[in-house]
């Protein structure tokens, strides 16, 4: 069972910067492919950014703005996101893959966090 916790959601205007975290549980930690999803008010879950060992992937819409990175040694995947617009604005989830291959389709994610709100005013 892996145990996934985000935190550094909130408020921020428009062009600002927000840093999401997401600790994990599990011995194993290094071999996930993790990624980041978020959800906006009667959309679907959508990808954002995902990363194995060392490779990054990214959805169009944030390529060039946000930035994924992991520290193996704290069990612990970030979002850095810049120049933050209104329509980032959603809750954002934390998955890991446990097979460790590249996948940036909800239901190939085996664990979940519980998401973090980012909200971005105009």
């Known amino acids: 069972q892996v145990q996934l916790v985000e935190s550094g959601g909130g408020l921020v205007q428009a062009g600002g910067s927000l840093r999401l975290s997401c600790a994990a549980s599990g011995r194993t930690f290094s071999g996930y492919f993790m990624g980041w999803f978020r959800q906006a008010p009667g959309k679907e879950r959508e990808f954002v950014a995902a990363?194995?060992?060392?490779?990054?992937y990214y959805a169009g819409s944030v390529k060039g703005r946000f930035t994924i990175s992991r520290d193996n040694a704290k069990n612990t995947v970030y979002l850095q996101m810049n120049s933050l617009k209104p329509e980032d604005t959603a809750v954002y989830y934390c998955?890991?893959?446990?097979?460790?291959?590249?996948?940036?389709?909800?239901?190939?994610?085996?664990?979940w966090g519980q998401g973090t709100q980012v909200t971005v005013s105009s």
């Open positions: 990363i194995a060992w060392s490779s990054t």
């Open positions: 998955a890991a893959r446990i097979s460790g291959t590249y996948a940036t389709t909800a239901p190939a994610y085996d664990y």
